[in-house]
């Protein structure tokens, strides 16, 4: 318990910097939330936990996969953000991801990549 605990107090600590920094400098913000900190993280929990060293390179794998389609939203929020306010722009970013997630998923299946269950 006192583990899963440690985890989740040192994962927190990487969202508030990124706030926090965000709050201070917009490009220095920016580039710590773009860091693969999250993944790092991930991958060292892994590894700590003694998970085989294929589902650690899977994570790996599969993350670079899954941040490609997402970087549409980091265009469109900023965009629509004047014209939509917030919350309508937030929902619009996660319509858009979801669309290009699918769509991947769709051109990547002939390559033999299975990104959707």
């Given amino acids: 318990m006192a583990w899963l605990i440690t985890k989740y107090l040192l994962t927190a600590t990487v969202v508030v910097i990124v706030s926090e920094a965000a709050k201070r400098s917009d490009k220095l913000g920016g580039f710590i ?3 693969p900190l999250v ?3 991930a991958l060292i929990w892994l590894y700590v936990e003694k998970q085989p060293q294929a589902k650690i390179s899977n994570h790996a794998w599969y ?4 941040v490609l ?3 549409p939203m980091f265009l469109a929020f900023p965009l629509l953000l004047p014209r939509l306010g917030f919350w309508l722009s937030m929902l619009a970013s996660i319509g858009i991801t979801v669309v290009c997630f699918g769509l991947f998923a769709v ?3 002939p390559f033999g990549i299975q990104l959707l269950p």
């Fill in 39 to 41: 993944t790092f993280l």
């Fill in 69 to 71: 389609p997402t970087l």
């Fill in 33 to 35: 939330a773009a860091l």
């Fill in 63 to 66: 993350t670079f996969w899954y």
């Fill in 107 to 109: 051109v990547l299946r």
